[in-house]
């Protein structure tokens, strides 16, 4: 049988510009003191870009305020000090219209149908119904999940779920990606084959893509550019190119360059990391 994804025409999306798509200014989240404890200063101040296109990807010590820093580029949460700006406009209490957010946590809803779960997003979004159908066909089909749509979640492993989620991200058809660690709970394989998914799928939208993970090797395979944080209160001690085109893939792992880019990553990050495990 022919691969789904060979049944949908493949129209590549311009490469990643040096257009600031996002802006992150001086952004910090101090959280509010919990009980009789002290305020948490969670991150920041942190000011980069996400450019026109790119994939960036987050790494850094746990708890050093990856998840906070994509709360805030999605408008889940406000910046204690700074701003964030999307196509210009300052984000502010709300996500903003063309931004999409997939979380690690199976967030599909169970009493749905795969295809309702798809097309939730669009159908709050008020698209006609015959728009959500081809959208939900075409990102169910891009997604593998064609001879699913009337199943539900409970009869579907945890990689089936996640992509539903994505295909329910995908069905908006979203400027801007935003995945917060959405293959963690996968086995190495599927995570492998979820990355090249989730490859294939900016190729095609040519929208940006931010996203956290614990993964170097993820990272590095996936990204134009991989921001790396120190311990908390989390900043960017550098934000590395990884200088790979546009049609990488697992292969990618092969070039001479993967090993030393991994070793840079790591390099960055290890101090950080035994200071956040002594925290
Ligand atoms: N709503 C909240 N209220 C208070 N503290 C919070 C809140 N959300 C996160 N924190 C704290 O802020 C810090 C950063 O959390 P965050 O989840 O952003 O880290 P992370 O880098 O994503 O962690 P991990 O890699 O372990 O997932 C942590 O100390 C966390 O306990």
């Not at 990272?219 to 900043?235: E, N, Y």
């Amino acid at each position: 049988m022919a691969s789904p994804l060979k049944m949908i025409k493949q129209t590549p999306g311009p490469a990643p510009s040096c257009k600031a798509h996002v802006a992150v200014k001086a952004a910090t989240k101090i959280f509010a003191a919990r009980d009789e404890g002290p305020p948490l200063h969670a991150l920041g101040p942190v000011s980069f870009d996400l450019r026109q296109g790119e994939f960036f990807s987050v790494v850094g010590p746990s708890g050093c305020g990856k998840s906070t820093l994509l709360d805030l580029v999605a408008g889940l949460s406000p910046p204690t000090d700074g701003s964030i700006h999307f196509e210009g406009a300052e984000i502010k209490g709300q996500v903003p219209d063309g931004v999409a957010v997939v979380f690690q946590e199976d967030a599909s809803f169970p009493w749905l149908s795969v295809f309702d779960n798809a097309a939730f997003g669009a159908r709050r979004a008020g698209l006609a119904e015959n728009e959500v159908k081809e959208r939900v066909d075409h990102a169910l089909a891009f997604m593998g999940l064609a001879g699913f749509a009337r199943t539900y979640p409970s009869q579907l492993s945890g990689g089936m779920r996640q992509r539903v989620c994505i295909a329910r991200a995908m069905v908006l058809r979203p400027r801007l990606m935003l995945l917060d660690e959405p293959f963690g709970a996968l086995d190495q394989q599927t995570r492998l084959l979820m990355g090249e998914e989730t490859l294939k799928l900016w190729r095609e939208t040519g929208s940006t893509v931010m996203l956290i993970t614990h993964s170097i090797d993820e990272a590095v395979l996936l990204s134009d550019r991989i921001g790396t944080m120190s311990a908390r209160p989390g900043t960017f001690i550098d934000i590395v190119e990884t200088g790979w085109s546009r049609e990488r893939g697992s292969e990618t792992a092969m070039d001479p360059r993967y090993g030393a880019l991994q070793s840079k990553i790591w390099g960055l990050l290890r101090s950080e990391s035994l200071k956040a495990l002594g925290a």
